[in-house]
């Protein structure tokens, strides 16, 4: 199929974002979706527009008001690393790896980090702990 951005259409759309034009507008100029607007200008040179950095921002808002709702939102970074610290002392001390993983986390840690710091993926960090919290029987 071929693509309905031609040279000419991407001249005109890169005119009309110089001058201003918001997504939408450049839509009802060219005859075409706003979607189509910003899909072409991110291709075409990284052009973000701020009804999209807006959307990204509510959209993120809402994600974390519902991991608070649910108890999961995120660890500041000094706490994830001292987190992170704590895991490799008790390792070091000849804590079970899976154990360690897992208060890792409970305290903070991401299963990414964790996974990270392993060279494994974050599934595995969170297979691994998840194992040892339920072959302790809690």
Do not use: C
């Amino acid at each position: 199929m071929k693509s309905p951005w031609t040279p000419a259409r991407d001249k005109r759309l890169l005119e009309l974002q110089a001058a201003g034009r918001s997504a939408a507008e450049i839509a009802k100029i060219m005859g075409t979706t706003r979607g189509a607007v910003i899909g072409r200008s991110i291709r075409l040179r990284g052009i973000v527009y701020q009804s999209s950095i807006d959307s990204w921002k509510r959209a993120n808002a809402r994600a974390m008001a519902a991991r608070r709702a649910e108890g999961r939102s995120f660890e500041p970074p000094e706490v994830r690393r001292k987190a992170l610290q704590q895991m490799k002392k008790a390792i070091a001390r000849g804590m079970p790896r899976n154990e360690a993983i897992y208060k890792a986390n409970q305290a903070g840690a991401l299963w990414r980090e964790i996974g990270d710091y392993f060279g494994m993926t974050r599934q595995g960090a969170h297979l691994a702990g998840i194992n040892w919290k339920h072959r302790r029987g809690s």
